[in-house]
């Protein structure tokens, strides 16, 4: 059996934010693969620095030491092999849902050289990504006439729209309602099997992470850094049941115990019961 190659390499990398006594660590020391076409996704207490490790990997933040690579290049800004979807939807109100989905290539670093067939092509995965996405019926419509549900679907498929190797999303489902986002799991499991997209995903939902995930990686506070990584022993066919099951439930609640125990949370609640028992 073949062991995947690693399609992101993180070591020793360190991130600090402002200076002197106001100087905050934000990483530290963080070792961290991931395989392609995996789904990892990272959870952890406020200010562990998740989307912060997830912003240096989409070359939006710089590192102050260690590394950070891709197939096996140093991270050095931006690149059309990473795209990133936030939680808000960031869609321009003044394009409608077909134009949002093809801005990428309406940017002039897109157009260069490019042949007939290739704008043909383009033009074609425009259309197969708003029917995946369900949107074909709001081609022409703007932004403030979509849900929530469909603005995230639009930000989704915008930033398929490059063909990525890597998706890196920021909590995108944080904003959306229960039944939305079991509807949203779905479509990002069928775009990930379809797609063959190498995808870290952050979250606060420790059943999203698991449901979701082929890796939990817990991130723990001050400074930021890996804890635990957890392997989910889930078939690659994820069914919202599974969520049911003593496997998935044992899992979760021993996450949850050491997001508690990392974030000192545990602690202030034992606090707590003792003030209240005096």
Known sequence: MNTPM???IVERLCKQFGRGAEQVHAL???????????FVTLVGASGCGKST???????LETIDSGSARVDGREID?????????FQNYSLYAWLTVMQNIQ???????????????????????????????????????????????????VAIARALMSKPAILLMDEPFGALDAQTREVMHDLILHVHALEKTT??????????AIYLGHRVVLMAPRPGRVDSIYDVPLPAKRDPEMKLSPAFNALKRKILMRIRETSGMKTDLEMLEQLTRS
Not at 53 to 59: A, C, P, Y
Not at 77 to 85: E, I, L
């Open 77 to 85: 800004g931006p690149g059309v092999d990473r795209a990133m979807v």
């Open 53 to 59: 490790l997830l912003r240096i990997l989409g070359g």
């Open 6 to 8: 690693q399609k992101i």
């Open 103 to 153: 801005f990428s290539r309406r940017l002039k670093i897109n157009q260069r050289d490019r042949t007939d067939a290739e704008v043909e092509t383009a033009s074609g995965r425009a259309d197969a990504l708003l029917r995946l996405m369900g949107l074909a019926y709001m081609a022409d419509a703007y932004p403030n006439q979509l849900s929530g549900g469909m603005q995230q679907r």
């Open 28 to 38: 530290a020391d963080i070792d961290l693969g991931v395989h392609e076409n995996e």
């Open 199 to 208: 995808i870290v995903f952050v979250t606060h939902d420790v059943e999203e």
